[in-house]
């Protein structure tokens, strides 16, 4: 079990939740943000960081829990340092989605929503992340890569390597 003494906002994050919550007339309608905020600070949605989230907005855990588990954009468990998304949806599929997924799957030993023992990379297949006209299309956390093919994907892994 973590220890709940370490999952902590900063100040300045508890600011930024505070501002968000008033734009809405419920916390409920900010916890989209700040689950996004827990995230990117801790990893990944432990339940602990739900409890923490849950208290922070003053809402059930249960609900918390609801929208976390709801939305795939929300990591369950631990995920890599860099998430590789492959979109897999009818474009990319016809351009060659599959086999980069494929590929980056045999080329790091894992498959979808699974991370490299090491720590560094997670894998998922992904539908449709819209942009279709750049078929196809991978993400790396949070920036998209168009119009790749195999060797640009590997060429993309290893420049990740190089920036432990």
Not at 61 to 84: D, N, R
Not at 115 to 125: I, P
Not at 137 to 148: G, K, L, P, Q, S
Request: charged letters at 25%; proline letters at 2%.
């Amino acid at each position: 079990m973590e220890d709940i003494q370490e999952i902590r906002f900063s100040e300045e994050e508890l600011k930024e939740i505070e501002m968000v919550k008033s734009r809405y007339p419920s916390s409920k309608s900010a916890i989209m943000h700040v689950l996004w905020m827990a995230q990117k600070k801790f990893g990944w949605l432990s339940k602990d960081v739900k409890e923490y989230v849950a208290k922070i907005l003053d809402l059930p855990e249960s609900h918390v829990h609801g929208v976390a588990s709801f939305y795939t954009m929300y990591f369950k468990k631990p995920m890599g340092k860099y998430h590789i998304q492959v979109c897999t949806n009818i474009s990319c599929m016809l351009r060659g989605g599959e086999e980069i997924f494929e590929h980056v799957s045999e080329k790091l030993g894992i498959g979808h929503n699974q991370r490299t023992e090491d720590g560094l990379f997670s894998l998922e297949e992904v539908e449709c992340m819209g942009a279709c006209g750049g078929a196809p299309m991978i993400a790396i956390n949070e920036d998209f890569y168009e119009n790749v093919d195999i060797v640009s994907v590997d060429e993309l892994i290893s420049s990740f390597k190089t920036r432990i």
